[in-house]
């Protein structure tokens, strides 16, 4: 599956300081995706042909909220196939990404994805996130867990003193629909952004939403 030149002209837009090797590793997820995905099943089948549009587009989002600076720690709990983590160890060659999720197979796809497209940045481990030890700066979540479940684990593994970033150390998400109800208990401490602000004129965006909980 190949990138159609309006989703490569919205990378360049969106990203214009990416070196052509970055540009080369974005280009070809979606035909990996697409290939992986008739063995393991990562992304809904009846979604592998917007694999770009919902899924790739989706995580790059975290990279126009913030940019990481060199040295930066950051955990993808709930990986799925490597979703966000990929497209950000991409985006931030300098940062450190660890892509955690509790089913083997799934980060299998995700090890062999980073390992297709030569990222050196990536550490994969299967796991579930509570029976971590290590320490990181950021955890980045793609509708994983609920905000409660990964709350909880942010108090646990962010860590609070070592601040690298004009971003507070803390927790990014990614979700969608109503969150009125999960997001109550943290409506003083939560910053939630518009992805619509990001990706204007895209209807797919427009109920969704970055949410920023600092540690």
């Not at 080369?24 to 549009?53: C, G, H, M």
């Not at 709990?77 to 197979?105: R, Y």
């Not at 690298?164 to 803390?170: A, D, S, T, V």
Request: net charge negative; charged share 25%; proline share 5%.
């Amino acid at each position: 599956m190949m990138i159609t030149h309006e989703e490569r002209d919205l990378i360049q837009r969106l990203f214009p300081t990416l070196s052509q090797h970055q540009r080369e590793q974005l280009e070809a997820l979606p035909s990996l995706y697409e290939d992986w995905n008739t063995k393991i099943n990562v992304i809904s089948r009846k979604d592998i042909d917007n694999v770009f549009s919902h899924h790739i587009l989706h995580s790059l989002v975290i990279g126009r909220f913030t940019s990481f600076v060199p040295g930066t720690e950051i955990f993808d709990v709930g990986t799925g196939g490597g979703l966000p983590g990929i497209p950000l160890a991409i985006l931030f060659p300098e940062c450190h990404f660890t892509l955690i999720d509790s089913v083997g197979k799934k980060v299998r796809v995700a090890e062999e994805i980073g390992s297709a497209i030569g990222l050196t940045n990536v550490s994969y481990l299967h796991s579930r996130a509570e029976e971590l030890h290590e320490r990181c700066h950021f955890i980045v979540s793609r509708a994983a867990l609920r905000a409660t479940d990964l709350v909880q684990i942010g108090q646990r593994l962010i860590n609070k003193k070592e601040q690298l970033n004009p971003l507070p150390n803390g927790i990014i998400t990614l979700k969608g629909g109503d969150l009125s109800e999960e997001l109550r208990p943290f409506r003083k401490i939560a910053s939630i952004e518009e992805i619509s602000a990001y990706l204007p004129d895209m209807e797919y965006y427009e109920e969704k939403k970055l949410i920023f909980f600092p540690a």
